[in-house]
């Protein structure tokens, strides 16, 4: 099931939480001494650095998938570390992430360390609006070798965030991501509901999807239906990219969201009304459109307001994923909305030209 860390750091004694946390979350993820450290020394950090210079924030702790993917095999999960603030911002990103820097009495370890010796680091900052600093920390060291080198370039990276509702230690969303062949299938399930029984039937369709990523996504729907029904079910839609023909193929049952930007901006993908592993609908429509390097999808969970503004922001998609996701989550919030259900959001966007992770 997906165990999440969620830790809100509005004091000093939350920072020792943030580091046992991220030892947890490298538990999980089967890292070594060396690597469960560099993950408590970066959770560390990124939690001081939000008492310091945010007056606080929010510390999402998990163990993922790596942002690309290895087609054919299934690659080892790695620990993401998303750091959000909704604090002054910063005005020089490049200053802040030089190894060193420091603008308050922090560990000395700073971002640009953070960055140093974790696997893959992004951060995404903006004057007067706050600032995600994000990093994985897996089973090799240096950056951006979480995922094997892939026999087919991929054409897409994904990441995502999950928040449990109400601190709780499960999550009943998931998201998961496959790669077979030239296919990139991309998921998100929210199983009925929240708490242990909604974690099972998310999980039991990420195991699912793993057997069935091969398959056009309305058929995926189908084969996760049979394999759902011993559990309460859940709402999960599937979005396949293929790189050959450059076509996304879309579709979903129940109340997961769906926002494709194009050049022409952005645009819902509709589902179907319905449970998977319950009530399925008949027909299962597919939508498609053609994916380009100016495209970005985002799925979301109801957690999510259904009327939340996409980021505006020109540049995000050169972002790492789980940044663009972790963004979402916080733009989106509300102290006027409270989130009453586990919320969870996965990104797929393109490979940047440099070919970065």
Known sequence: MPRVWDVP??????VRDARVAAEGAAALAGLDRNRTAAAALV???????LLKHAKGGQLLIETVPPPTLPAGR???SVVQ????????GMADVPAALRDGFSTA??????????????????LHSVPG????????IGTTRGRNRTAAPAPVAAAARAGGVNIPFAGAEFSGDAWAWVRAGHRTTLMLADGLGHGPEAARASSAAVEALRRSGHLPPAEVLRYLDAELRPTRGAAVAVAQLDAETEQLSFSGIGNIGARLRTGEGWRPLLSRPGIVGAHRPTTIPEHRATWGADCLLVLHSDGLPSRWTPPADAWLASFD?????????????????????????AVLSP????GTP
């Not at 750091?9 to 939350?14: E, L, Y």
């Not at 570390?81 to 002054?88: E, K, N, S």
């Open 351 to 354: 490979v940047p030209p440099d």
């Open 43 to 49: 959770a560390t950090e990124l939690a001081t650095n």
């Open 105 to 122: 009495s922090t560990l000395g370890a700073g971002l640009g360390a953070c960055r140093r010796i974790a696997d893959d680091f992004d």
């Open 81 to 88: 570390i998303a750091a959000i603030d909704h604090g002054p």
């Open 129 to 136: 609006r706050g600032t995600v600093a994000l990093a994985r």
């Open 321 to 345: 994923p789980a940044v663009i996701a972790s963004v979402t989550v916080r733009d989106a919030s509300s102290s006027a909305r409270p989130v009453r259900d586990d919320t969870a959001v």
């Open 9 to 14: 750091v509005h004091d000093s004694t939350r």
């Open 74 to 76: 299934e690659a080892a």
